[in-house]
Every structure is written in structure tokens, then in C-alpha cells.
């Protein structure tokens, strides 16, 4: 069983930085594409970054192009999730997910479709204060 588990969230001043890692198990992790989702209040859950591997590049939403973006260490099983000059709309629950990696194009690009991603962490709260 796949098991994704989030940690490094907590409540900042906006302009400050924070360091998500979710660490996983259960599954061949250099098998899977990692991602980040985040959820705010009362909206939609939203795709922010995905990676396929160490060597590929990151696919960051464009909410997040600039002060986000994530990293893997396939050695420790873990993806992380660098946040720099936070905002208080970026306060949500974030959520760490994997996708298998199967097909040729899932190795060519990382779209942040929820429905793509069958395994979900329960997710790290971040707050940002203005």
C-alpha cells in the first residue's frame, strides 16, 4: 500500500519562506511522477508542482511560477516543496500525490490533473499572515 505522508507546514508572515517534504513508502518511488496540490477554503483543490524525476525540469502552476517549486531526493523517497515569498492567499492544506509513471507522455510532461493522481497524502496545513 502506497503511503504518502506531508510534514513542514505551519503559520508564517507573509514574504517569509517555508519547506514542505513528504516522504513515501509502499510503492518503487523513481516509478512515479510526485506532485503538490494545495486546497484553500471554500475552493477547489489546485495543482501547484509536479516532478517526474531528479533529471527533469519542475512543472509549477503559474500562481506559483517564481516562489514555488519542488524537488525530489529518490534516495530518502522524499519530494519536497520549496515556498518562497508567501502570500496569504497561498493558505491552504497541502497535499503531496503520486501517479505512476506509464505511458511515454508521462514521462514527457506533468499535468496537475487531480483524477491522474492515485495516491494522496492527508495533508500539511500552511496559514499566511499579511
Known amino acids: 500500500e502506497v503511503q504518502l505522508v506531508e510534514s513542514g507546514g505551519g503559520s508564517v508572515q507573509a514574504g517569509e519562506s517555508l519547506t514542505l517534504s513528504c516522504v513515501a513508502s509502499?510503492?518503487?518511488?523513481?516509478?512515479?511522477?510526485m506532485a503538490w496540490f494545495r486546497q484553500a477554503p471554500g475552493k477547489e483543490r489546485e495543482g501547484v508542482s509536479c516532478?517526474?524525476?531528479?533529471?527533469?525540469?519542475?512543472y509549477d502552476a503559474d500562481s506559483v511560477k517564481g516562489r514555488f517549486t519542488s524537488s525530489r531526493d529518490n534516495a530518502k523517497n522524499t519530494v519536497y516543496l520549496q515556498m518562497n515569498s508567501l502570500k496569504p492567499e497561498d493558505t491552504a492544506i497541502y497535499y503531496c500525490?503520486?501517479?505512476?509513471?506509464?505511458?511515454?507522455?508521462?514521462?514527457?510532461?506533468?499535468?496537475?490533473?487531480?483524477?491522474?493522481?492515485?495516491?494522496w497524502g492527508q495533508g500539511t496545513h500552511v496559514t499566511v499572515s499579511a
Open positions: 500525490a503520486a501517479k505512476v509513471l506509464r505511458y511515454r507522455r508521462d514521462y514527457e510532461r506533468c499535468d496537475l490533473t487531480p483524477e491522474d493522481f492515485t495516491s
Open positions: 516532478i517526474i524525476s531528479s533529471e527533469s525540469g519542475t
Open positions: 509502499g510503492l518503487r518511488f523513481t516509478d512515479y511522477a
